[in-house]
């Protein structure tokens, strides 16, 4: 019962848990990123790539429209 339990929320944590983080990671980050830091998120994004095909239907992020002043 314990090594179900133990799949259960390893399964949780890969499917759901992290991928919210790099998801939120990447909103924050994309526009200022470094290069290096751009080839980190490239990495997070393939190795966790089932969760955030998982969540991708929910979120939008879109940029935000510009204020042009008159």
Do not use: D, H
Request: proline share 6%; aromatic share 20%.
């Amino acid at each position: 019962m314990i090594v179900a339990l133990l799949y259960l929320i390893l399964a949780g944590a890969y499917l759901l848990v992290i991928p919210i983080a790099i998801l939120l990671y990447l909103k924050q980050r994309w526009y200022v990123a470094t290069s290096i830091e751009r080839t980190f998120m490239y990495f997070l994004v393939f190795f966790f790539f089932p969760g955030l095909l998982v969540l991708s239907p929910f979120l939008n992020f879109r940029p935000q429209r510009r204020q042009i002043e008159v």
